[in-house]
């Protein structure tokens, strides 16, 4: 049976929103695993590599090269994914077929355009966090939609920036009022399964620092897995009904 969960037909409330995001969670888990398994994995490189060396995970390695190759791959692989991840997603949720080939295809053919969307953005969100905090939240809502807009309106990246911002704008607390819900409700299920790994490590009595690490990296990883398509989901329903409602403005009256 076919599914069309994205983009939505008309305007939707907050709760349909967020209706609209478990139904795509849901219905592409299984499909996106894959993709998300790897990001997860991906993004823990550093800790991963800490852990083998013995370095402390939480210091800064200014001066080891190998730890900042390991985060430029580490960057650059997570954008990739990220933006499999995103096309595979919105696939499902048009119920559309899926290619792995055709979605890492897209996805490095956009890497350069994509890095520098992606540094831009965190350049405009830290500037504005810097000179105060509500700028800064502001901005990093107003932006959330510059990745879809890059990747699926083709729009170059300062283009894709300004096209976020006309978006959001005059919707500006309804993304903010669904993407707090989602992110309280990733805080909780954290706090769950952080709890769950502390109990387990209860259970062994005998295990040194080394072995505490490692399982809640694992944990760690296994929240990521669910986690990631998760926030994907999120962001295809919110641009889905943001589009819905441009649509709507322009046809007027």
Known sequence: MST???????????????????????????????YSMLLTLVGQLGKIYALATGAPIRRFPFRDPTW???FVLSTTLSCVLWV???LRQRAIAQGLPVS??????????????LLLLVTLTILATGLGAILLVVPGV??????????????????PPLEAMQSSLRLVRGNWWRVFAVMLVCTVIVLVFNI?????AFILVQFERGADLAVVTA????????????????????????????????????AGP
């Open 100 to 113: 792995a080939r055709a979605e890492f295809a897209a996805a490095f053919g956009k890497l350069p355009a």
């Open 68 to 70: 900042w190759f390991l």
């Open 84 to 86: 499999a991840l995103l």
């Open 4 to 34: 069309h969960l994205y983009p939505p037909q008309r305007p939707q409330s907050i709760p349909e929103v967020l209706d609209g995001i478990f139904k795509i969670f849901s219905t592409s888990l299984l499909k996106v695993l894959p």
């Open 215 to 250: 399982t809640s990296t694992v944990f760690i990883i296994s929240l990521g897995v669910v986690v990631m398509p998760f926030m994907v989901a999120m962001t295809l329903a919110l641009f889905g009904d943001l589009l819905a409602r441009r649509a709507l403005a322009a």
């Open 138 to 155: 502001y901005l990093f809502v107003a932006l959330s939609m510059a990745l879809p807009e890059f990747l699926f309106e083709q729009r």
């Open 192 to 196: 769950l399964g952080g709890i769950f």
